[in-house]
T-cell receptor, first 115, second 114 residues
Framework: AQSVTQPDIHITVSEGASLELRCNYS??????LFWYVQSPGQGLQLLLK??????LVQGIKGFEAEFKRSQSSFNLRKPSVHWSDAAEYFC?????????????FGQGTILTVHP | KAGVTQTPRYLIKTRGQQVTLSCSPI?????VSWYQQTPGQGLQFLFE???????NKGNFPGRFSGRQFSNSRSEMNVSTLELGDSALYLC?????????????FGPGTRLTVL
């Protein structure tokens, strides 16, 4: 069965600083990878996804992520964080096939942004 | 295009009661998935429906059930509510297409069980 680990429960950065949120997955084949963001009391908003092809994917709000098969990682990055980026971020893996429609999520990383 | 809508947004029930939550997918989307989000267990997959058929089910007791209608709208039902069922219930829809799909989430229904 697939699994996702987000090693950092809580990250604090200053506004304007760079950001990297870590995500490691466990799955035997090539997974379908996603990053979602959730503001308090809200649903999940899709930031970006990786299905195949270029391992560096661009998303909304200036975010990007890089798929590294050798490290089973899909880390999320942003060069300059804005105060509005404060939220909880979730990495998720989908495997398709018989598990179509099912995403497995990491525990989430809460991002705090200091002015 | 309107997003995924969920009703009601907030719900308070007492133990032993049952509850029905509703989800309207994005127009043209035919797959609907449901998730439970709690502080302790995080986001957990409940089930997924496509063309009125449940295709996948997570590891939840039989008290949790769902269905999908011909217009792709979906409902989930929880019977004999327990305190531990208090959670944010999220619905997601997708087209679907190809080997997998991109799921778009609604705002959720916050269920509180007293």
């Amino acid at each position: 069965a697939q699994s996702v680990t987000q090693p950092d429960i809580h990250i604090t950065v200053s506004e304007g600083a760079s950001l990297e949120l870590r995500c490691n997955y466990s799955y035997g084949a090539t997974p379908y990878l996603f990053w979602y963001v959730q503001s308090p009391g809200q649903g999940l908003q899709l930031l970006l996804k990786y299905f195949s092809g270029d391992t560096l994917v661009q998303g909304i709000k200036g975010f990007e992520a890089e798929f590294k098969r050798s490290q089973s990682s899909f880390n999320l990055r942003k060069p300059s964080v804005h105060w509005s980026d404060a939220a909880e971020y979730f990495c998720a893996v989908g495997t398709g096939g018989t598990s179509y429609g099912k995403l497995t999520f990491g525990q989430g990383t809460i991002l705090t942004v200091h002015p | 295009k309107a997003g995924v809508t969920q009703t009601p947004r907030y719900l308070i029930k007492t133990r032993g009661q049952q509850v029905t939550l509703s989800c309207s997918p994005i127009s043209g989307h035919r797959s609907v998935s449901w998730y439970q989000q709690t502080p302790g267990q995080g986001l957990q997959f409940l089930f997924e429906y496509f063309s009125e058929t449940q295709r996948n089910k997570g590891n939840f007791p039989g008290r949790f059930s769902g269905r999908q209608f011909s217009n792709s709208r979906s409902e989930m039902n929880v019977s004999t509510l327990e305190l531990g069922d208090s959670a944010l219930y999220l619905c997601a829809s997708s087209v679907p297409s190809g080997a997998t799909d991109t799921q778009y989430f609604g705002p959720g229904t916050r269920l509180t069980v007293l």
